[in-house]
């Protein structure tokens, strides 16, 4: 039934226009219709413009208690739940990579960042539940400052430990450079999740304040943890680029060249062809050195202040739909 009907306005012409109707010149011909424009004293004031809404932008939302039944309430419980629905979705595919990094002797510290990720999910998926209770918001807003101080001490740690080897092991010969490229791809994957993460607390916090929380405080946190994983990161790329140059790797061409008795004994072939001098390198070996060196996390492109923003909702049968800018096909966001 909850897709029959959202699927029944797939079908549906719906208008815009930007003189509320109220305003509008009443119709002489049908009772209860409006003209297109505004009578003025000496004829026609403004008249409307029309446009047509793009249906695919519709997001059925939560049902709305009568206790919340109110403008100012609808319209932050449709946008709250819309995007809190992001971050679940979100969040479960985090879920998923994260399963895929690490052995048994990271247990621990993969179980905390994935006990992080799963309880700021459980927070995201219980949208309706939450925005239309004070109480339950303010209790899930303790708790995801919780969450986010354990987010910022694990990451903290995944940023310390990826400055330490770099400073401590300077200048690796190839088997330990492999080896340390190993390790380096645990702990790029453990950093992105965990910035990930982060930039996620700080929307719900956004979310949950309804408004009274501005963007600036909501992201206060993650964006000086943004800034000291980004110069980690940095940090990591040019180690990268000393070793690629040191240990003569041609990432383009996915190879070394041949170093020490080995290099002699090719000496000689490889004055009649190249391909001797050089020893073939894996490709995924080469495509994490490329990762780590200049997959660096980066700042969302703007921290959106959705409360501050015109919401825009369709009626129909009693229930409520949300028109949302983001350009995903129609999706049901609750029941």
């Given at each position: 039934m909850a897709n029959n009907a959202i699927n029944s306005l797939k079908g549906t012409e719906l208008i815009k226009m930007d003189i509320p109707f109220s305003r509008l010149t009443k119709s002489k011909d049908v009772a209860g219709a409006a003209r297109g424009y505004i009578h003025g004293g000496k004829g026609v004031a403004a008249q409307a413009n029309l446009t047509k809404v793009d249906m695919s932008k519709v997001t059925k939302t939560t049902t709305v208690a009568n206790s919340v039944a109110n403008v100012m309430n609808?319209?932050?419980?449709?946008?709250?739940?819309?995007?809190?629905?992001?971050?679940?979705?979100?969040?479960?595919?985090?879920?998923?990579?994260?399963?895929?990094?690490?052995?048994?002797?990271?247990?621990?510290?993969?179980?905390?960042?994935?006990?992080?990720?799963?309880?700021?999910?459980?927070?995201?998926?219980?949208?309706?539940?939450?925005?239309?209770?004070?109480?339950?918001?303010?209790?899930?807003?303790?708790?995801?400052?919780?969450?986010?101080?354990?987010?910022?001490?694990?990451?903290?740690?995944?940023?310390?430990?990826?400055?330490?080897?770099?400073?401590?092991?300077?200048?690796?010969?190839?088997?330990?450079?492999?080896?340390?490229?190993?390790?380096?791809?645990?702990?790029?994957?453990?950093?992105?999740?965990?910035?990930?993460v982060l930039?996620?607390?700080?929307?719900?916090?956004?979310?949950?304040?309804?408004?009274?929380?501005?963007?600036?405080?909501?992201?206060?946190?993650f964006n000086k943890y943004l800034?000291?994983?980004?110069?980690?990161?940095?940090?990591?790329?040019?180690?990268?680029?000393?070793?690629?140059?040191?240990l003569r790797i041609d990432l383009k061409k996915e190879r070394i060249s041949k170093a020490g008795f080995e290099a002699v004994v090719s000496a000689i072939p490889g004055l009649f062809d190249d391909k001797f001098k050089y020893n073939e390198l894996r490709q995924s070996f080469v495509n994490q050195i490329s990762t780590q060196a200049t997959n660096i996390p980066e700042s969302p492109a703007e921290q959106k202040q959705i409360y501050e923003d015109d919401v825009q909702i369709i009626i129909k049968d009693n229930k409520f739909y949300y028109l949302h800018d983001s350009p995903t096909s129609i999706q049901e966001s609750g029941e």
């Open positions: 609808i319209g932050s419980l449709v946008v709250g739940q819309y995007y809190m629905s992001e971050i679940s979705c979100k969040l479960e595919t985090m879920t998923k990579s994260i399963d895929k990094i690490g052995d048994f002797q990271d247990r621990e510290f993969k179980s905390r960042i994935m006990s992080v990720i799963t309880l700021v999910g459980e927070i995201s998926q219980f949208s309706s539940e939450l925005m239309e209770s004070d109480d339950q918001r303010a209790l899930k807003l303790s708790a995801i400052e919780n969450l986010k101080a354990t987010a910022t001490e694990l990451l903290g740690q995944v940023n310390i430990t990826i400055s330490d080897i770099t400073q401590k092991t300077p200048d690796p010969d190839y088997k330990e450079y492999q080896s340390k490229v190993d390790d380096f791809q645990k702990l790029v994957g453990y950093q992105n999740a965990l910035v990930t930039e996620e607390i700080s929307k719900l916090t956004y979310l949950l304040g309804k408004g009274s929380i501005s963007t600036e405080r909501s992201y206060s946190t800034e000291l994983s980004v110069q980690t990161r940095n940090l990591l790329g040019q180690w990268h680029d000393r070793q690629v140059k040191s």
